[in-house]
């Protein structure tokens, strides 16, 4: 999020903010003398005086605590605002560690800025602190526990089948991980695929989930009588990962001599216009390796996307099919979604089916593949085995 920076002046002598009151922008001085008081010992003390290009106020961005110290203008001022709003949404993208920390420093800083100004410490921590602490700290447990959990082989795959709409038939599965903690039960991939997604950790799972996906591809083929792919998800830290190509290389490439049955599945936002992404759709382009764009329209609904990168399919997003019987515009999205998909050579699959009235809307309206629990929700292997012997 961008908002404009406002300028604003203060003449000598007017006070910029107090002490005690409620901060929510900073300021970068432009023209002028700033100085910082303090009430230390109940007498106000000059703590620092700014110049041109200095920044104060700060504090009060990352936290909602009271102003600490107030400003006064010594000259005529000219000040740059940096408001809250523009710093809060970038806090919040960042990783919950850097969040933690930040937070930790903060509370660390307001408590000793207090005990030497000989306040009692104000009403910090506040309830809003304690409360973005706590789910810091679960997140890093979460995380760690992940980790611990895919060296002690908690994590399985499942299999969803991708229906040929024609035809009724399985044409292929989607690959999906399941966590299932001994301390924690089930854990939903909602949870923690996000978690590992934003930490290293998802370079070594990625690739477990190529190799276990291959091993379960290779045990299928023998219970199925036609040609099954598999769709693995791959996430933006995969695709940013230098030697992801590499990798794919060895334990994709390199295992099929024909047409290679693994189709990757990225997310639209992790489209970028960096060079990574678009050297790594070209490696594929180059091998051969199908490429599915997923969740498409839920992001951007970048059109210069689909000109720019070629996909072989592209996945609509479950949130087009949950109302489709009922709700006329997601039927005019999936119809024009399919068009524009089959026009620029692609094929379609929609996620989320979940009843007979949505897969014959589909079906009309020249859908080619289709996933949901109306067909199947997403099985172990043995179910799958079974599933392809009937
Ligand atoms: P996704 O790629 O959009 O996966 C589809 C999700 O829809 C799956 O949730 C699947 O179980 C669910 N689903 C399937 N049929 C239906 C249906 O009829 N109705 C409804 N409401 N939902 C349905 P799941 O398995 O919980 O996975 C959630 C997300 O976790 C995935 O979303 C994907 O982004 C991520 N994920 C799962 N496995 C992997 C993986 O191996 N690697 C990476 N990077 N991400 C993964
Ligand atoms: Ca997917
Ligand atoms: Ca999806």
Redesign the pocket.
Known sequence: MEIASEKCKFRAGEYIFREGDRGDVAYILEEGVVEIIANIDNSPTVLNTLTPGDIFGELALIDDSPRSASALAKTDVLLTVISKAQVKARIEQAHPILQLLLTVIMKHFRSETARIRGNKSSDFPSKLYQEKLHNSIELIRLESELYQGFKNNELL??Y?PIIEIKTQLIAGF?????WFSPKRGYV???IF??L??ASPL?IS??EW?LEESIKALHLLKNYSRRDLFFS????EK?IKCKNFSGIIKEKIVGKFKKKIPIKL?I?ERSLFEGSEAISFIEFCREYGIPLVL??FGTGYANLSYLKKFQFDTV?I??CF??NLETNHKDQIICKSLIELSHGLGMTTVA????NQKQLEILKRLGCDYG????FS??LPREQVIKLLQQ
Do not use: M
């Open positions: 795959l499942f969803q989607e690959v999906l991980l399941r939903s991939p909602e695929a996000p590992a997604e998802i799972i990625g989930v693995i998800n791959v996430a995969q599945e997310l997923d969740d996945k997003d479950k099919i949950e996620e989320g089916i979940e996933q949901g629990y109306f929700p997403p």
